[in-house]
């Protein structure tokens, strides 16, 4: 598969990897791309920061994913080495116009060197875990340890208000070299989200949340915000708020906060003096402050809590709970007899774990984190060795090297335009389009069994189903062909097909497709529906390449969907191998022509179908290309002599060749029903200015530009709000019920006495590019 990495300066490159490829071996294939040594590379995948000793596979990094590259600053290097070096004068200049001492001659004193000295701070003391701000390049917000507080004097040296420089280690990064801050770019430990209270949360305030500048819906880094915008109902929940990102804190406006249950609360600093007063307790270790109070009122101290409030029981010591109590039993009682693994931090009861007191060793690891039976006493005493990780590559026996390729990439999408099992065309899929791979097919909803041949249940029936020449003596003359049922394989050993080697029956799926003929039901002897053969239910049918070698109406390459087909009849067959196999006779009834045919033929290349790729497999396989090109000529050259410009800038991908910059004409009916709808005008215009390949990839954008934000489908039943967007009918009918009236785009006010009107016209233009779309809802 391939994934692409990108800077924060937006660069990105493509990688062709698998699925078990490790972290230490992707540092160096960016190095060889990017230029960016490993020890420099700081990758974040979803908000997790990949580590070496992990896979791709432990972070669940799919095929186009983009991974964030942060380049981190050379070891050595200080902020100071950053800030603006003064002109060197020549040593001319220096000789006429230098200032001189009392003495004829003799040179300036050279400056002296900084002194340091270590001191303490009003604010913080060494060990606290702060929150510190980065000024130097993202302007977010990053988790730190407070090493050593220093009074330094002398040039260029990093002082805050108070005098002070603050040495700080990023969290992941303990074991390498501090770097200094002044005391505005840190604070104590953010240590209270709003999941559970949201009421305490206003217009203005200014928060901490996490946010993707570059990709929105993807996990991101922490930056301060200002709330601007927020909703909350029982089937609402938006933030927006305006972030301050960048080293001069520049604000991004209207950024839609996707991670809703993690805003967090920035802390204010509390001088240590303070913190002694209550109950003689300092702050912990986490930065937080004693000195604030609990919702009981009474005082916060640090035997009673140790960091955030636990999520899953609010802290209520009545309430068992296995994340801040014992693993085992839930229980909180009983403290002095509990012990802490030294991997997870999880809290045992010594009787929990069938102890009788505390161990002697001096790490103990529970018995989810022991590494070897073998080595851990009774009760998960402490291992010598580490545990091993947890990661999904750790915990399995097979090292053989998996994911390259697409057969185990998954579906990045789902259709949600009709129901799963909707019998007969998807809205927006034409007769004739085509796609590289099964997933895809499976993604637009066509047929959704990524490998299966048929899908679809005994009770509801055949939605769909795949020819691809699974049995040489099927006949496929393309408006009729016959096909074979599923089953008499043995599959073991993870195999995809073998001989038959045992009779078929007619069930589940084989029972799906005689349910769609229209005659009774027999197991038996099979069923004819004759000249009601009309009347039964639809089915999809998609062609594979595969099945080229026993058909001339199969297609070249990829998945083509040619239509509906209805079954004729099934009946019990004895097949070339011996065995009893179900045979289907199906018949195609369609209006829209065979992609086969001469009209068929013509309109796909009116409409510009051709093989749909995945997004940057053709980017993924010429990158692949390259690099066999350049591998050949380094053997060439090796072996030959150097090869000449010339020749090389002649070797092209073929993959490569395969890209056309065609532009998509939109028809004149369309365009003739698109200019009805006069209130959507400006995006109709934005539409038809959109350059696309195909009426597929129109389709796909009019699907983005009327989506539902409140749903997140095509919009049903739309109504055009005053403000100029659209919503479904239902949708705003159950805000209005929340006695919510405002706009869920914009949050302007629409009044409780709004007339919730349909627009017909744009529920006709939507029904022109996805014909039936509201069949299914």
């Given at each position: 598969m391939y994934v692409k990495v990108k800077n924060m300066t937006g660069e990105t490159c493509m990688l062709t990897v698998s699925k078990l490829t490790t972290v230490v071996d992707f540092r160096d294939m960016i190095m060889e791309k990017m230029n960016v040594k490993p020890e420099q590379q700081r990758l974040f995948y979803q908000g997790k920061q990949l580590e070496n000793e992990n896979t791709l596979y432990d972070?669940?990094?799919?095929?186009?994913d983009v991974i964030q590259l942060m380049v981190r600053q050379v070891l050595g290097e200080s902020q100071s080495e950053n800030l603006p070096k003064s002109p060197k004068k020549s040593n001319k200049e220096n000789d006429d116009n230098s200032p001189q001492k009392e003495g004829k001659g003799e040179p300036e004193k050279k400056p002296k060197e900084p002194t340091v000295t270590e001191v303490e701070s009003d604010y913080y003391k060494l060990g606290d875990k702060v929150d510190v701000l980065d000024l130097e390049d993202t302007g977010a917000i990053f988790e730190a340890k407070l090493v050593k507080i220093t009074k330094e004097t002398g040039p260029k040296v990093v002082r805050g208000v108070d005098g002070l420089t603050y040495h700080v280690t990023l969290e992941t990064y303990e074991e390498e070299e501090s770097i200094k801050v002044k005391i505005e770019q840190i604070r104590p430990r953010a240590r209270h989200t709003y999941k559970f209270s949201w009421d305490h949360l206003d217009i203005g305030m200014n928060v901490m949340a996490n946010y993707n500048i570059k990709e929105p819906k993807e996990r991101g880094f922490w930056y301060d915000s200002k709330v601007t915008g927020m909703k909350l109902t029982k089937s609402i929940k938006s933030l927006t708020v305006t972030i301050l990102a960048g080293s001069k804190q520049e604000p991004i406006k209207d950024c839609n906060i996707v991670f809703l249950d993690e805003i967090m609360k920035p802390e204010e600093p509390v001088k240590v003096e303070k913190i002694v007063e209550v109950n003689d307790v300092e702050?912990?270790?986490?930065?937080d402050s004693v000195a604030e109070k609990q919702d009981d009122g009474t005082p916060w101290t640090k035997e009673k809590h140790s960091g955030n409030k636990c999520d899953h029981c609010q802290d209520r010591e009545s309430r068992k709970c296995k994340e801040c109590g014992c693993r085992k039993c839930g229980g909180k009682d009983d403290?002095?007899?509990?012990?802490?693994?030294?991997e997870c931090d999880g809290s045992y009861h010594l009787k929990c774990l069938g102890l009788s007191g505390l161990p002697d060793e001096d790490e103990w690891f529970c018995p989810e984190c022991k590494n070897d039976d073998n080595i851990v006493g009774a009760g998960g005493l402490k291992q010598k060795a580490k545990k091993k990780s947890l990661m999904p590559s750790k915990t399995g026996g097979d090292t053989r090297d998996w994911g390259q390729g697409f057969a185990t990439v998954g579906r990045t999408k789902q259709c949600n335009k009709v129901a799963k099992n909707h019998f007969g065309p998807i809205p927006g899929i034409?007769?004739?389009?085509?796609?590289?791979?099964?997933i895809q097919v499976s993604e637009e909803g066509v047929h959704r069994p990524p490998v299966a041949g048929i899908a679809g249940t005994q009770k509801e029936g055949c939605p769909s189903l795949v020819l691809a020449g699974g049995y040489e003596d099927d006949e496929d003359n393309g408006d009729e062909f016959t096909y074979t049922g599923a089953g008499g394989r043995d599959l073991s050993g993870n195999k995809r097909t073998a001989a038959q080697s045992f009779d078929q029956k007619l069930d589940r799926s084989n029972a799906a497709i005689a349910v769609n003929c229209k005659c009774r039901f027999n197991?038996?002897?099979?069923?004819?529906?004759?000249d009601k053969w009309r009347e039964g239910k639809a089915i999809r049918v998609c062609r594979s390449y595969k099945g080229k070698k026993h058909s001339s109406y199969a297609p070249d390459v990829g998945i083509r969907y040619d239509g509906i087909y209805k079954v004729v009849k099934y009946w019990p067959q004895k097949g070339d191998s011996g065995f009893i196999v179900w045979r289907y006779l199906m018949r195609r009834y369609?209006?829209?022509?065979?992609p086969w045919s001469k009209e068929g033929k013509k309109r796909i290349a009116d409409e510009g179908y051709e093989c749909n790729y995945p997004e940057g497999y053709l980017e993924a396989q010429a990158e692949k290309e390259k690099e066999k090109e350049k591998g050949k000529k380094r053997k060439k050259s090796a072996d030959n002599g150097e090869e000449s410009d010339e020749e090389e800038e002649k070797s092209c991908s073929p993959a490569a060749k395969k890209t056309k910059s065609t532009v998509y004409k939109i028809s004149e009916s369309l365009i003739e029903i698109l200019e009805k709808d006069k209130v959507n005008k400006n995006l109709w215009a934005q539409i038809k200015e959109k350059p696309v390949a195909n009426k597929k990839e129109l389709a796909d954008y009019v699907e983005?530009?009327?989506?539902?934000?409140?749903?997140?489908?095509?919009?049903?039943?739309?109504?055009?709000?005053?403000?100029?967007?659209?919503?479904?009918?239902?949708?705003?009918?159950?805000?209005?019920q929340a006695e919510v009236y405002n706009c869920a785009s914009c949050r302007a006010d629409l009044g409780k006495d709004y007339d919730k009107k349909g627009n017909d016209k744009l529920k006709?233009?939507?029904?022109?590019?996805?014909?039936?779309?509201?069949?299914?809802?």
């Open positions: 972070y669940n990094i799919k095929v186009n702050m912990d270790e986490a930065g403290p002095n007899n509990t012990i802490l693994c030294d034409d007769v004739g389009m085509s796609w590289l791979f099964r197991n038996k002897e099979g069923g004819d529906s004759g369609d209006p829209i022509a065979s983005e530009i009327f989506g539902c934000i409140i749903c997140q489908d095509i919009v049903y039943k739309p109504v055009t709000t005053p403000c100029g967007h659209n919503v479904c009918l239902e949708c705003i009918d159950r805000s209005f006709t233009a939507l029904n022109a590019f996805f014909p039936g779309y509201e069949a299914g809802r």
